[in-house]
């Protein structure tokens, strides 16, 4: 089987509690973490991203020219913290290894396919603007960035990496207006970002080698439960589909999605993972509402081209969503059981 899978995740698992104080015990829990996946029938394998506090933090500031600071603008509702936000302050470059090691420890755990998320180039840009680039020539920066990912992107293939997926909030976040006037604010033209987001994730994957799968996750805020857009994807959807990635993970689990109707732009030969199980809490969805569900969506891209996911990560952060490591799991299953009722195994 080739990625996405029917069944598939967004990739962060909530941490144990144990883990959470002391990393020591990171190689078993990950071996652990592994197995729970295995065993509920899960294909595309992640590590639940237990080695890092932040789901973008840790490799962005990991490339030369990055430091994260606090930033004013749009906050995530119903929590005091708030995280840090990405700044470029100096000259972008991929100049040795980021988590490569963590990719394959992960690959020698499992005999599935192990799947790794990074945050998409996008996330350099979007929550701080044009004014936390400290590059005079926005033209110069783009490029410095897709150079530095290509980079990246070639050193996860050679250690194995088949199953690569960029983590990008980006587009979804363009669909709430409070978003678009913050962009403005920073000295950006939102209506002009989605292109240069899809653009400089087209020069990103360029070299990736035949046989890797790129999928793009797009969704509005998680961190503690806590989300910061809304809004439907129609404004964003044909940028978002020309980025070249082969799948989407599509945030749809409430209203503030939007409806189904922007997958009338999914290209021929894409896949669209539709995000329908939330993560935010544990109350368990119904399978008769995600069949039917699915059944809406099919209505504007072809049923083969779809799987189910949750909406996105349980743990974006290392603290995680506000519900049960027991409830994170009964969702997995759910996923798997609705994914096999409706596509057959």
Same mark, same amino acid.
């Given at each position: 089987?080739?990625?996405?899978?029917? %069944?598939?995740?967004?990739?962060? +698992?909530?941490?144990?509690?144990?883990?959470?104080?002391?990393?020591?015990?990171?190689? #078993?829990? *990950?071996?652990?973490v592994?197995?729970?996946?295995?065993?509920i029938?899960?294909?595309?394998?992640?590590?639940?991203?237990?080695?890092?506090?932040?789901?973008?933090?840790?490799?962005?500031?990991?490339? #030369?020219?990055?430091?994260?600071?606090?930033?004013?603008?749009?906050?995530?509702?119903?929590?005091?913290?708030?995280?840090?936000?990405?700044?470029?302050?100096?000259?972008? @470059?991929?100049?040795?290894?980021?988590?490569?090691?963590? !990719?394959?420890? /992960?690959?020698?755990?499992?005999?599935?396919?192990?799947?790794?998320?990074?945050?998409?180039?996008?996330?350099?840009?979007?929550? &701080?603007?044009?004014?936390? *680039?400290?590059?005079?020539?926005? #033209?110069?920066?783009?490029?410095?960035? %897709?150079?530095?990912? @290509? &980079?990246?992107?070639?050193?996860?293939?050679?250690?194995?990496?088949?199953?690569?997926?960029?983590?990008?909030?980006?587009?979804?976040?363009?669909?709430? %207006?409070?978003?678009?006037? &913050?962009?403005v604010?920073?000295?950006? #033209?939102?209506?002009?970002?989605?292109?240069?987001?899809?653009?400089?994730?087209?020069?990103? *994957?360029?070299?990736?080698?035949?046989?890797?799968?790129?999928?793009?996750?797009?969704?509005?805020?998680?961190?503690?439960?806590?989300?910061?857009?809304?809004?439907?994807?129609?404004?964003?959807?044909? %940028?978002? !589909?020309?980025?070249?990635?082969?799948?989407?993970?599509?945030? !749809?689990?409430?209203?503030?999605?939007?409806?189904?109707?922007?997958?009338?732009?999914?290209?021929?030969?894409?896949?669209?993972? +539709?995000? /329908?199980?939330t993560?935010?809490?544990?109350?368990?969805e119904?399978k008769?509402?995600?069949?039917?569900? *699915?059944e809406?969506?099919?209505?504007?891209?072809?049923?083969?081209?779809?799987?189910?996911?949750?909406?996105?990560? !349980?743990?974006?952060?290392?603290?995680?969503?506000?519900?049960?490591?027991?409830?994170?799991?009964?969702? /997995?299953?759910?996923?798997?059981?609705?994914?096999?009722?409706?596509?057959?195994?």
């Amino acid at each position: 089987m080739q990625p996405p899978f029917r %069944a598939d995740h967004v990739g962060s +698992l909530l941490r144990p509690a144990g883990l959470k104080k002391d990393k020591s015990d990171l190689p #078993d829990a *990950i071996r652990e973490v592994v197995r729970r996946q295995e065993a509920i029938g899960l294909e595309g394998i992640t590590d639940g991203e237990y080695s890092r506090d932040w789901w973008h933090l840790d490799f962005l500031t990991q490339l #030369d020219g990055v430091t994260a600071r606090t930033n004013p603008g749009p906050k995530f509702g119903g929590t005091e913290e708030q995280p840090p936000i990405p700044h470029v302050t100096g000259k972008l @470059r991929y100049s040795s290894p980021i988590m490569i090691d963590d !990719f394959a420890f /992960l690959k020698k755990t499992t005999q599935r396919t192990a799947k790794f998320t990074i945050p998409s180039p996008s996330m350099l840009h979007l929550r &701080a603007g044009r004014k936390g *680039i400290a590059y005079d020539d926005m #033209d110069e920066f783009w490029s410095d960035a %897709a150079t530095a990912y @290509r &980079a990246a992107i070639k050193a996860f293939a050679e250690a194995g990496c088949t199953y690569l997926q960029l983590d990008d909030v980006a587009f979804a976040y363009l669909c709430d %207006a409070k978003i678009r006037a &913050a962009c403005v604010q920073n000295g950006d #033209d939102p209506a002009l970002l989605p292109g240069i987001y899809a653009r400089t994730i087209r020069e990103s *994957i360029r070299e990736r080698p035949p046989g890797m799968v790129i999928a793009m996750h797009t969704c509005r805020g998680n961190f503690k439960s806590a989300w910061v857009a809304e809004g439907g994807y129609e404004a964003v959807a044909e %940028a978002m !589909f020309s980025s070249g990635v082969d799948a989407f993970f599509m945030e !749809f689990d409430t209203e503030r999605a939007g409806g189904f109707e922007p997958l009338r732009f999914v290209p021929k030969g894409k896949t669209v993972v +539709l995000g /329908l199980v939330t993560t935010k809490t544990g109350q368990l969805e119904s399978k008769d509402l995600l069949k039917r569900r *699915i059944e809406e969506a099919a209505k504007y891209c072809d049923i083969d081209q779809l799987c189910l996911s949750g909406q996105c990560g !349980f743990a974006s952060t290392e603290e995680g969503n506000t519900l049960t490591e027991a409830e994170q799991w009964a969702k /997995l299953r759910l996923i798997v059981e609705v994914a096999e009722e409706v596509w057959g195994r």
